[in-house]
């Protein structure tokens, strides 16, 4: 498995978490709960393109004693490659950040409009609002219109409308909307936090990881339940030539995909330790900078 080996510092943390305000299907609360069960020591929630599960999971996770950081799950795009990028240590009051996560959401909703047209143009009788409806969340997307049409009664399994319609190429997809990768990360930066690349083994092409290095990125995502042992050896090294923080989580969506994968990538929390420091280190700098400017 992709687990690391456990270090001296004590504690493990998963840093990649969904929640129903994206496509989980856990509340903030019982994902706090399962994290307890699983014994982790801290836990990022990294719901796709919002923050808004934030205030709830910070609290259940201090319920815990659970240590608790901000975060979300950008959708980006470079040089035509999706990537994903996960902002940690957010300011989830952040203006500018508040103001493209409405944007993202606003896109997301028509989004799943265009799918149920599509759908409707195949006599497939979904409608937008028993998607809204099912998804009750402002970060809707494919898993909820899934699902919506498997509680219609339109398709067997989640499997299904995805294999049917909703893979790229099938003819309900709807491409997503993506911010540059540049503006992702200059963003989670305005908003206190640091820029970390999400499953790399997922994209297909390590290349652009030197190239975003460059541009900005402040770790990699080396653990992932879906890289096996050699890409999370890969990634290490990678990380390690390109002086990246190494951040490591599970992806659980809870029960929407397959069963609940918390607890599947325990990070070792010296990890997490090395990815405050750079954070500390990245708020002195940027403290220092304004005293400069005046
Ligand atoms: P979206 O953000 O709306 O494009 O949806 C992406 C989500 O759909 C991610 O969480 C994916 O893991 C999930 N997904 C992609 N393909 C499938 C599939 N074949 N079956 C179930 N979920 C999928
Ligand atoms: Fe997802
Ligand atoms: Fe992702
Ligand atoms: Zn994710």
């Keep these: 498995m992709n687990t690391p080996a456990p270090t001296s510092a004590t504690g493990f943390a998963d840093l990649h978490l969904h929640t129903l305000f994206s496509d989980g299907t856990f509340t903030p609360e019982e994902l706090a709960q399962r994290g307890q069960l699983c014994e982790l020591s801290a836990m990022a929630l990294t719901d796709h393109d919002t923050v808004e599960g ?22 980006a795009e470079y040089r035509d490659n999706e990537v994903h990028l996960l902002g940690y240590f957010l300011d989830t009051a952040h203006p500018g950040l508040l103001a493209e996560i409405k944007k993202f959401q606003n896109v997301r909703q028509d989004r799943v409009r265009e799918m149920a047209a599509k759908l409707n143009e195949l006599n497939i009788p979904l409608r937008a609002e028993a998607v809204f409806e099912l998804a009750n969340c402002r970060s809707p997307g494919r898993p909820h219109v899934a699902r919506a049409m498997v509680q219609e009664g ?7 409308a995805f294999e049917r319609y909703l893979k790229k190429g099938r003819p309900a997809w709807v491409p997503k909307y993506k911010i540059s990768a540049l503006d992702a990360m200059e963003l989670i930066h305005e908003a206190g936090g640091l820029a970390v690349l999400a499953h790399p083994g997922l994209n297909r092409n390590d290349d652009v990881i030197p190239e975003l290095a460059r541009l900005g990125l402040d770790g990699l995502e080396c653990f992932h339940t879906r890289h096996s042992s050699e890409a999370s050896e890969r990634y290490l090294r990678m990380a390690a030539r390109l002086k990246l923080a190494v951040t490591g989580g599970s992806d659980c969506h809870g029960f929407s995909k397959h069963k609940p ?3 599947s990538v325990k990070l070792p929390a010296i990890y997490l330790e090395k990815l405050k420091e750079l ?13 400069v400017e005046g």
Excluded at 55 to 65: D, N, V
Excluded at 154 to 160: A, D, H
Excluded at 279 to 291: C, F, N, V
Aim: a negative charge.
């Design 54 to 75: 934030c205030a709830r999971m910070a609290a259940a996770c201090a319920l815990l004693g659970i240590e608790f950081i901000p975060g979300a799950e950008l959708t």
């Design 154 to 160: 339109l398709c067997e399994s989640l499997e299904e």
């Design 261 to 263: 994968l918390i607890g």
């Design 279 to 291: 954070r500390d280190q990245a708020t002195r700098r940027d403290e220092g900078e304004s005293y």
